[in-house]
């Protein structure tokens, strides 16, 4: 017994979702930086199902590049996070304006 493709779509639309609104209702980058991870976990999770629903390998070898990136991301993000942290003693992403003149 197999699980249907329209389920594995129907939470991949769920964990997607999640994500946009934790991205769109945080102020915490590092709140934010795990909804994109989360987003990025969704379109995963839709190349998986696609690769196996097709027999088709093509979908699992984009998410290794897709968790490669994300984790190239992750480290970039976190770099710039305590830098700011270290700069301005907040993560609070209204109170740092250091990119405006």
């Known amino acids: 017994m197999t699980v249907p493709l329209s389920w594995y779509l129907v939470l991949s639309a ?3 979702v999640t994500g946009v609104a934790g991205v769109l209702t945080r102020r ?3 709140v934010v930086f ?3 991870e989360l987003m990025l976990n969704a ?3 839709t190349l998986v199902a696609f690769s196996s629903f097709l027999g088709d390998g093509t979908g699992q070898v984009f998410v290794i590049f897709v968790m490669a990136v994300a984790a190239a ?3 970039v993000g976190l770099a ?3 830098a700011l942290f270290r700069n301005k003693q907040t993560v609070d992403l ?3 304006n250091i990119l405006k003149w």
Do not use: K, Y
Request: hydrophobic residues 70%; proline residues 0%; negative net charge.
């Open 14 to 16: 769920i964990l997607f």
């Open 28 to 30: 915490n980058a590092i």
């Open 34 to 36: 795990m909804c994109i």
């Open 43 to 45: 379109v995963n999770l």
């Open 73 to 75: 991301e992750a480290a």
């Open 80 to 82: 710039i996070v305590i």
């Open 94 to 96: 209204d109170s740092i």
